[in-house]
Nanobody, 125 residues
Framework: QVQLVESGGGLVQAGGSLRLSCAAS????????MGWFRQAQGKEREFVAAISRNGGSTFYEDSVKGRFSISRDNAKYTVYLQMNSLKPEDTAVYYC??????????????????WGQGTQVTVSS
């Protein structure tokens, strides 16, 4: 099965930047829509960003648009999330996810069949 491993999380001050990476293995990476989701303590998991199979289209949650940027390198089987101008409310565990051949909706967690273990991002005031 497809395996996803996130890295790059950590502690940063408000206004700082962080770059998350998600390495995939065990499947045809270029055929998957890839997404990032996050879950803050005591809150529901929410959509952050997604990118199409060839990288031609990107999608963002309104609160991160203009601050975050998703990208992918299919040759390296890796998807990235560049996070700039971080705010304390961005604090959460960030998960990467893969949507298979059939991806009915990039904004919905239910559309994604494969998930990583998550990486903690903490933004201090």
């Amino acid at each position: 099965q497809v395996q996803l491993v996130e890295s790059g999380g950590g502690l940063v001050q408000a206004g700082g930047s962080l770059r998350l990476s998600c390495a995939a293995s065990g499947g045809p990476f270029s055929r998957y829509v890839m997404g990032w989701f996050r879950q803050a303590q005591g809150k529901e998991r929410e959509f952050v960003a997604a990118i199409s199979r060839n990288g031609g289209s990107t999608f963002y949650e309104d609160s991160v648009k203009g601050r975050f940027s998703i990208s992918r390198d299919n040759a390296k089987y890796t998807v990235y999330l560049q996070m700039n101008s971080l705010k304390p409310e961005d604090t959460a565990v960030y998960y990467c996810a893969a949507c298979g051949e059939y991806c009915p909706g990039v904004y919905s967690a239910a559309s994604y069949g494969y998930w990583g273990q998550g990486t903690q991002v903490t933004v201090s005031s």
